[in-house]
């Protein structure tokens, strides 16, 4: 992917010093923004990721969200966590340069030497035609999280610094991630989820081998097979094909 490094026209940046949470903050700003809009806390009192779990936000860490107004089904609008997450691993090879370390995770986190480096949050609010969707980003740049702080069978947290020994300031990280949000958003508003698909898959931790699903009701074991033009999980069992549009997912 060949991206624009600068700021992307029409898109605002909001830095904070300190926020409770920056998809709150995103969602008490939606009625002002005129377009789409990154903020950027330099600290967050309250962050939190996929069903409400706490997320750990050490200094120096990123914690951004990109609120937007899209136009799409809300079916359409989640497929954003794909196209956050291959925005995210472009930034993540620029700022590296080591696209061999990075691999993406279904549904919504990137992985760094196969510990978990960063995590997605999509929220949305309103209604079809009047939806804004916050894209709240969480990347361990500078410190990961102590492993006691993770649920049991999850992926060991990691960092840009522990791992690679490079730092990059959140401020600058979100320059690079910006640029490469834009790109890949511009793809998928163009081209569709296709292409989006394609490069994902591309760089999917763990395609074809063993995995274990589990939703809020059931787990299941199987081969992770893909993920089909919806987003949702491909999972070869032995009792056939399974499409799971929502659960978590441990190697």
């Not at 794909?82 to 995770?105: N, Q, S």
């Amino acid at each position: 992917m060949s991206a624009d490094l600068s700021w992307p026209h029409g898109v605002a940046k909001r830095v904070l010093e300190e926020v409770d949470s920056t998809n709150a903050e995103a969602m008490r700003i939606a009625s002002e923004i005129t377009g789409p809009t990154w903020i950027l806390a330099k600290r967050q009192t309250a962050a939190r990721g996929r069903r409400g779990r706490a997320w750990a936000n050490p200094e120096g860490n990123f914690a951004g969200t990109l609120v937007m107004r899209p136009i799409e089904s809300p079916d359409q609008v989640a497929l954003r966590s794909f196209v956050t997450a291959l925005a995210l691993r472009d930034a993540l090879v620029l700022a590296t340069g080591r696209p061999e370390a990075f691999a993406l995770k279904w549904p919504n986190d990137v992985l760094l030497n196969g510990g978990k480096l960063a995590g997605i949050l999509l929220e949305t609010t309103g209604h079809v035609g009047a939806l804004t969707l916050a894209i709240g980003i969480g990347v361990n740049l500078a410190e990961a999280p102590p492993p006691g702080d993770v649920e049991p069978g999850a992926l060991a947290p990691v960092s840009v610094a522990g791992e690679t020994g490079i730092r990059i300031a959140p401020e600058e990280f979100l320059d690079l991630l910006a640029a490469c949000y834009a790109t890949r958003e511009a793809s998928f508003t163009t081209h569709g989820f296709a292409p989006i698909r394609t490069a994902w898959l591309a760089s999917a931790a763990h395609l074809g081998a063993p995995i274990r699903a589990r939703t809020l009701t059931d787990e299941y074991h199987g081969t992770f097979e893909g993920i089909g033009p919806d987003g949702a999980l491909i999972l070869t069992t032995g009792s056939g094909p399974l499409h799971l549009p929502a659960a978590d997912v441990y190697f």
